[in-house]
């Protein structure tokens, strides 16, 4: 039979828990902080943005070919939410720290651990409530987009929603780190400068090792930062999408393990080494799903329809061998404009770098890029998919495909008048907020469950 502890745990209601958690977060200075300090970060950003985009559309006004460049990805979300990047890297920490440093440092945690939920429970409502806080957190750039859907602007839903989720994992990340810095330190200001350590030495890594070959580039992936790169080029990542909600999962076991003050260090430790073995390996796991899809309207990460239909029927092994360096701006082409598309749309292709043989060009062949498939084999040195595609198509055999009229992407020029982005986002807005934060102040408690003796 359960006994009557273990049936009082699985009875008591979690609604008191999670409200407390995010009420605890929200009457705190640091979230309405951050969102006053965001407005006209966030809002600068914005108006920057919508003023370069008018200027790019008005010299396109008349010339299509101009036009079709302009993406309200590229022109004006990406710098928009680059804006509230930026403030959730740095500011961010300090509030979700506060779901479990504060009650750390009142001696509250110990009081907490007595209630009727188990230690997994309580670090799941505080991960909650840092979600919570996330979603509050979006409301400048969230009505960025409102404000460029009422100046007549365009949103793909797709390709703004797998933006939207880039930054939802990006931020959950954040908030996950911060919670292990606050479980181990034992101060606030401990914790919100292990974290920023953490985001910090994330850029570090992103402007030291960038295009850096071997073990450098390998490192270079571990920043935090990379989470967001493909969602802001407009490419859903199933493998990046897992191994992001992994490492989410995998933090918020490891501040588990920390946040009940009755475990032995000992214990912890082990524990805690097990966790992160165990993070890596699903991680790693994680890694080598290589779904990845083009959500974009202007389809920049394909090759054209037609060419994109005719190479997924390719089904024998395509086999290339580059002769670049990594740090080769050509290798860098070839990579962007080649090699990633091809790996999207066919079914079986193998890229060997050779980059080990004398940059002089001892053999002739440096710069050449070798294709075989099915047996048949041809070379070259272009970087551009206009003559890469015909040479696979003749080593295939297929004749080359059709183009659809009426396919390629116009782009959306729009000179928007930007008179009202200003008062909004350094009158308007930050004063609805105090107004908000004011009420936050007087809204009532809710009472918590009370019980002798916890679970950890």
């Not at 999670?18 to 407005?39: F, Q």
């Not at 890297?89 to 110990?110: C, D, Q």
């Not at 890694?287 to 390719?314: G, H, K």
């Amino acid at each position: 039979m359960r006994s009557p502890d273990v049936i009082a745990v699985r009875r008591t209601p979690l609604r008191p828990l999670l409200v407390k958690e995010l009420r605890s977060i929200v009457n705190g200075r640091a979230l309405w902080t951050m969102l006053l300090i965001m407005c006209p970060i966030v809002g600068f950003s914005f108006f920057q943005a919508l003023s370069l985009y008018g200027e790019a559309s008005a010299s396109a006004s008349d010339q299509a070919a101009l036009a079709s460049g302009l993406s309200p990805l590229d022109g004006i979300l990406v710098p928009t939410f680059g804006a509230f990047y930026v403030t959730v890297t740095l500011l961010f920490p300090f509030v979700a720290i506060r779901a479990l440093g504060r009650e750390k440092e009142t001696g509250t945690l110990r009081l907490l651990v007595q209630l009727p939920y188990r230690t997994p429970t309580l670090m799941m409502a505080k991960a909650a409530a840092v979600a919570g806080a996330w979603l509050i957190a979006l409301i400048p750039a969230a009505s960025a987009l409102v404000l460029w859907r009422m100046l007549g602007g365009h949103l793909h839903a797709i390709e703004t929603l797998n933006l939207l989720l880039g930054h939802l994992l990006y931020g959950l990340l954040i908030g996950a780190v911060a919670l292990v810095a606050a479980a181990i330190t034992e101060s606030t200001a401990t914790a919100a400068i292990v974290t920023l350590a953490i985001t910090i030495g994330s850029w570090i890594l992103d402007f030291a090792l960038a295009g850096q070959p071997g073990l450098a580039e390998w490192v270079s992936r571990l920043s935090l930062t990379q989470t967001l790169r493909p969602f802001e080029q407009g490419l859903f990542s199933l493998g990046l999408v897992l191994g992001s909600l992994v490492a989410i999962v995998g933090f918020a076991e490891l501040a588990t393990l920390w946040l009940h003050p009755g475990v032995p260090l000992r214990a912890r430790l082990v524990r805690s080494l097990a966790c992160a073995a165990i993070t890596s390996a699903l991680v790693l796991l994680a890694a080598q799903v290589r779904t990845t899809i083009d959500v974009t309207e202007d389809r920049r990460n394909s090759f054209p329809a037609a060419d994109q239909r005719a190479l997924a029927t390719l089904r024998e092994p395509l086999i290339i061998t580059v002769h670049l360096a990594p740090e080769d701006p050509r290798y860098v082409d070839l990579r962007r404009n080649v090699l990633s598309k091809l790996e999207r749309v066919m079914p079986n292709v193998t890229i060997r770098l050779v980059a080990n043989q004398s940059f002089i060009g001892r053999s002739g062949d440096y710069g050449e890029v070798e294709y075989s498939y099915a047996g048949r084999i041809d070379k070259s040195r272009s970087t551009s998919h206009r003559e890469i595609l015909p040479l696979l198509y003749g080593l295939a055999q297929v004749p080359l495909p059709t183009a659809v009229s009426g396919e390629d992407y116009s782009g959306y020029p729009l000179v928007a008048n930007a008179a009202l982005v200003l008062p909004w986002f350094f009158g308007v807005l930050p004063l609805l907020i105090a107004l908000a934060w004011w009420s936050s102040r007087r809204a009532p408690s809710i009472p918590l469950p009370i019980c002798q003796g916890g679970e950890s």
